[in-house]
């Protein structure tokens, strides 16, 4: 149990935030601030002993006492919750840009763990399963394709893909491949070459999915000319920890995308922020994409999903992203999942309907 169990209970994304909504949101009575502001401190000190506790462990490789207090992490994080961490002070954004690197080593142990028992399989990928957050990759994956059929301007029938950061269990692309984009080709793109190797076994006796699936051990930065070859790049959110480095990171994609190419990002919002990265759509629009959409979901999946495609016009892009641009903190087109959206409205449809028929009595 580390930082992909799920027990999600963020507020939903609205179908689009307004920059009155934003300013309404923040004329709060003292009163209410108090107790935000409490609940902010206790957070924030949960937070802080547990990454003392798991800064002590001797390793962070799958054991009883790395499960339990990375269990009391996530359940710390995934409430609904008042904090912005990027406005906490400089104690506690170093604690947390800590807490962060502490995840995604104990999530890369955990991952290479049972990369290694499913290689043990004549077809691991009959074996899924034994992860216990495989559903989760298949929520996601699900949530991200929805979002880029719905939001990339005449939908999306992708040739060829590139995950960045693909690790040892590059589930994400698998069930991409699978279950989404069965012509699709898949470069996966890893700095680690062990986690490549690790993750090749386990497409070794699939000839469907397995055969559009390749794995290069690279740093994104050092990648150029083949990112235009790209329709849609995603980016795992454990690439670029720190913010700056994340918009490097964005910004370098953004430089050698193919025009019109889509960008998938994952973030984090509320207090999974000390779990994930969050990241800046701003940023995003800096770095030569039009950001789409902005999800932050309520369900099973604790990342964030940014939609964003290459600016086909990089100079009016930067012109746009100057201030009071589209880009401007809470006027990003936060959005709800697509399946939650659509659930909303035929429920909506409905009660009209049952209204409608209704006998009125009076």
């Given at each position: 149990?580390?930082?992909?169990?799920?027990?999600?209970?963020?507020?939903?994304?609205?179908?689009?935030?307004?920059?009155?909504?934003?300013?309404?949101?923040?004329?709060?009575?003292?009163?209410?601030?108090?107790?935000?502001?409490?609940?902010?401190?206790?957070?924030?000190?949960?937070?802080?002993?547990?990454?003392?506790?798991?800064?002590?462990?001797?390793?962070?490789?799958?054991?009883?006492?790395?499960?339990?207090?990375?269990?009391?992490?996530?359940?710390?994080?995934?409430?609904?919750?008042?904090?912005?961490?990027?406005?906490?002070?400089?104690?506690?954004?170093?604690?947390?840009?800590?807490?962060?690197?502490?995840?995604?080593?104990?999530?890369?142990?955990?991952?290479?763990?049972?990369?290694?028992?499913?290689?043990?399989?004549?077809?691991?990928?009959?074996?899924?399963?034994?992860?216990?957050?495989?559903?989760?990759?298949?929520?996601?994956?699900?949530?991200?394709?929805?979002?880029?059929?719905?939001?990339?301007?005449?939908?999306?029938?992708?040739?060829?893909?590139?995950?960045?950061?693909?690790?040892?269990?590059?589930?994400?692309?698998?069930?991409?491949?699978?279950?989404?984009?069965?012509?699709?080709?898949?470069?996966?793109?890893?700095?680690?070459?062990?986690?490549?190797?690790?993750?090749?076994?386990?497409?070794?006796?699939?000839?469907?999915?397995?055969?559009?699936?390749?794995?290069?051990?690279?740093?994104?930065?050092?990648?150029?000319?083949?990112?235009?070859?790209?329709?849609?790049?995603?980016?795992?959110?454990?690439?670029?920890?720190?913010?700056?480095?994340k918009a490097k990171v964005?910004?370098?994609?953004?430089?050698?995308?193919?025009?019109?190419?889509?960008?998938?990002?994952?973030?984090?919002?509320?207090?999974?922020?000390?779990?994930?990265?969050?990241?800046?759509?701003?940023?995003?629009?800096?770095?030569?994409?039009?950001?789409?959409?902005?999800?932050?979901?309520?369900?099973?999946?604790?990342?964030?999903?940014?939609?964003?495609?290459?600016?086909?016009?990089?100079?009016?892009?930067?012109?746009?992203?100057?201030?009071?641009?589209?880009?401007?903190?809470?006027?990003?087109?936060?959005?709800?999942?697509?399946?939650?959206?659509?659930?909303?409205?035929?429920?909506?449809?409905?009660?009209r309907e049952e209204f409608?028929?209704a006998e009125v009595a009076?």
């Amino acid at each position: 149990i580390h930082t992909k169990l799920t027990l999600s209970t963020s507020t939903a994304g609205r179908e689009h935030a307004t920059a009155a909504e934003s300013s309404s949101s923040t004329r709060q009575v003292p009163g209410k601030m108090d107790a935000q502001n409490k609940e902010v401190a206790a957070l924030v000190h949960k937070i802080t002993g547990l990454h003392a506790a798991i800064a002590k462990l001797p390793s962070l490789s799958p054991s009883p006492d790395v499960d339990a207090l990375f269990t009391d992490l996530v359940t710390a994080c995934v409430p609904p919750s008042p904090v912005d961490v990027t406005k906490l002070g400089p104690e506690a954004q170093e604690m947390r840009e800590g807490l962060i690197r502490l995840c995604s080593e104990a999530e890369g142990k955990l991952e290479a763990h049972y990369s290694d028992m499913l290689a043990a399989f004549d077809n691991p990928l009959d074996h899924l399963g034994i992860f216990p957050y495989y559903s989760n990759y298949i929520n996601l994956s699900k949530l991200e394709y929805e979002l880029l059929a719905r939001y990339v301007p005449g939908g999306i029938a992708p040739a060829r893909v590139a995950f960045i950061g693909s690790g040892p269990l590059p589930f994400s692309s698998y069930v991409l491949a699978a279950r989404h984009l069965p012509d699709t080709m898949f470069d996966n793109y890893d700095l680690c070459g062990a986690a490549n190797d690790r993750a090749s076994k386990l497409f070794r006796a699939d000839k469907d999915v397995g055969a559009r699936m390749s794995f290069h051990t690279a740093d994104v930065a050092d990648l150029a000319g083949e990112l235009a070859a790209y329709d849609v790049v995603f980016l795992a959110a454990l690439v670029g920890m720190a913010a700056e480095d994340k918009a490097k990171v964005i910004a370098h994609l953004g430089a050698h995308m193919a025009d019109g190419a889509a960008l998938v990002v994952r973030s984090a919002h509320g207090a999974r922020g000390f779990l994930y990265p969050i990241v800046d759509p701003q940023d995003i629009g800096r770095g030569g994409f039009e950001v789409l959409a902005v999800c932050h979901p309520d369900d099973d999946v604790v990342n964030s999903v940014i939609i964003a495609q290459k600016s086909k016009d990089m100079h009016a892009n930067e012109h746009r992203n100057g201030r009071g641009g589209q880009y401007a903190r809470g006027t990003v087109p936060v959005v709800s999942p697509p399946c939650r959206f659509g659930e909303m409205v035929a429920d909506a449809a409905q009660k009209r309907e049952e209204f409608a028929n209704a006998e009125v009595a009076f």
